[in-house]
């Protein structure tokens, strides 16, 4: 019986060390991999910028900022922009900027493809009543002096609902 353990055992002891042999072997090569992906992702890292966004145009407090890449285009950084004051203003209604020239944004105001969405850009962002408050927020987010000397020169915004430029009153 004795020696019935001690074979037990020692068969387990060295399937035990096999198995951490290459264990070690395989975690030796992830680490590898994973210094590379570490030091790719802190170059791309050191590329990031942040860009405030003001949610709440009658006060200046209530900012969100969101990160993006110094190496992305002008026209990725505007709907980045654009995409967060979406979501965070007009439930997620399709908005989508486009650059006209090199400083210029045109912004088309669209509806969701859904009849049953029960949000409007129309009905309850186009109004009488919040029609102003709409445009600012948008256009105050795309001009705001920081994303001027950091991120890009945009200088004149224009909003459009179907097809129809927005004008303010």
Do not use: H
């Not at 395989?26 to 802190?42: E, M, P, Q, R, V």
């Not at 004149?156 to 097809?163: K, L, P, S």
């Amino acid at each position: 019986m004795n020696k019935l353990l001690k074979t037990i055992f020692l068969s387990t002891t060295i399937l035990f060390n096999t198995a951490c042999t290459i264990s070690d072997s395989n975690i030796s090569g992830i680490d590898d991999l994973d210094k590379t992906k570490i030091a790719k992702f802190s170059s791309e890292s050191s590329n990031l910028i942040t860009i405030p966004i003001q949610i709440d145009f009658d006060d200046p407090s209530k900012i969100v900022e969101v990160k993006c890449s110094e190496n992305d285009s002008i026209e990725e950084k505007v709907n980045l922009v654009l995409d967060t004051i979406s979501k965070e203003c007009f439930n997620s209604l399709p908005i989508k900027g486009e650059i006209v020239g090199n400083s210029v944004v045109e912004i088309e105001l669209n509806e969701y493809d859904e009849e049953s969405k029960k949000i409007s850009w129309k009905r309850d962002y186009l109004n009488e009543y919040t029609k102003d408050y709409t445009i600012n927020i948008i256009v105050q987010n795309l001009i705001q002096d920081t994303l001027k000397t950091e991120i890009y020169n945009i200088k004149d915004v224009r909003v459009y609902y179907d097809d129809i430029l927005i004008t303010l009153n």
